[in-house]
């Protein structure tokens, strides 16, 4: 009853695809050709790609975009330095609480 029970596949399951054969390929040796002519030069090389083309739409989803990112970016710089600020000033409160603190008890020895 307590012995584990090791569950027994007979077949596996899914698709079982053979192993596959490698072949030994022939190395062919390569003879040099005469060189082909150079071509004509035209006088307008047509562009590999076409340029991208911006309708008004795209131009103003881009500046909007771009507007929002700047202001998040700003915001959030912002309040970091706003947090830095307050801490620091948290700091000062505290090290002149802790020095007049530290004052009064000397001057009552």
Known sequence: MLRPKVPAMPQPTG?????????PTAVIQHTPQA?????VVSAAPVPARPAVLLTPGAVIALV???TAVVLVVGAV???????????????????LVIR??????????
């Open 15 to 23: 698709l079982v695809t053979p192993p596959a054969v490698v072949e």
């Open 35 to 39: 060189p082909a002519p150079a071509p």
């Open 64 to 66: 909007g975009s771009g």
């Open 77 to 95: 710089l912002v309040s970091m330095l706003l947090a830095v600020a307050i801490t620091g000033a948290s700091v000062a409160i505290c090290a």
């Open 100 to 109: 007049s603190l530290i004052n009064a008890d000397a001057k009552r020895r």
